[in-house]
């Protein structure tokens, strides 16, 4: 490889592969370990701004939850890109319990039927690929909770606006400043994760559904071991 090739980004992380293979492989194990610390720290960072400003709404959000849940609710869960493996995740993790003393909880990945997603947005619109699911799926006392890195997603929004419509109790996962999302009177709950940096704001979300999904499992087991009431 000559000298004259790679980005910046190839020189930076992989200098090895140039000036004729001169670099020491130290180095770029040096580099890539800085490089990884830095991300470390930027993410527990923006954990901890995250939960000293939503350690009560993330309390608020999983208790109500866990009250619909308790009542029969399903979860119908959205979100694009880096987002639609975080709903999935989260959806798996209640279909699916990781711990033996956790209750497999009804919800939905409106993001997995490819079918669906694709039909609608031929025929109708992207916009349209989560509402006309929330349409087909959602009952009053349901639960649905998308997710936006911006909190500008229209297709997210507009399908938080019909699941309220529908009686559904409306959550948001946002970044930046909330966007949209934060605004909007149609969503009952927004957590936002301030950054205007997309990888650690999808990190710092994960982070927060995990939390949600221990309040939910920790609030729906004491209601039905001890006949406790979710208020």
């Known amino acids: 490889m ?3 090739e790679g980005s910046e980004y190839d020189r930076l992380f992989y200098p090895y592969l140039f000036d004729g293979g001169k670099a020491s492989i130290d180095d770029v194990l040096v580099q890539v370990r800085h490089s990884t610390l830095e991300k470390c720290r930027e993410v527990i960072a923006l954990r901890r701004m995250t939960l ?4 009560e709404q993330i309390v608020a959000v999983g208790r109500a939850m866990a009250r619909n849940f308790v009542h ?35 919800a939905i990945a ?9 039909a609608v947005g031929n025929d109708v619109g992207f ?13 009053q006392g349901d639960i649905a909770l ?34 949209k999302m934060a605004r909007s009177a149609a969503v009952d709950y927004c957590i936002t994760a301030s950054s205007d940096y997309i990888p650690r704001i999808q990190e ?5 559904y995990h939390a949600l999904l221990e309040v ?3 609030l729906v087991k004491k209601e039905n071991s001890h006949g406790y009431e979710v208020r």
């Open 216 to 218: 939910i499992q920790v």
């Open 204 to 208: 710092v979300q994960a982070t927060v």
């Open 72 to 106: 029969g609710a399903t979860l119908l869960a959205f979100g694009n890109g880096g987002s639609t493996t975080d709903v999935q995740d989260m959806v798996t993790e209640l279909l699916t319990p990781p711990f033996a003393d956790w209750m497999p909880l009804p």
């Open 146 to 179: 998308g997710i936006s890195t911006s909190g500008n997603s229209t297709n997210v929004l507009v399908a938080l606006e019909q699941a309220k419509k529908q009686g559904l109790l409306t959550v948001g996962l946002a970044g930046y400043d909330g966007g």
């Open 110 to 118: 409106l993001t997995s039927d490819s079918a669906v997603i694709t």
């Open 52 to 55: 000293e400003a939503s350690c």
């Open 127 to 139: 916009d349209n690929i989560y509402t006309r699911q929330v349409i087909a799926f959602g009952r």
């Open 2 to 4: 000559h000298d004259t």
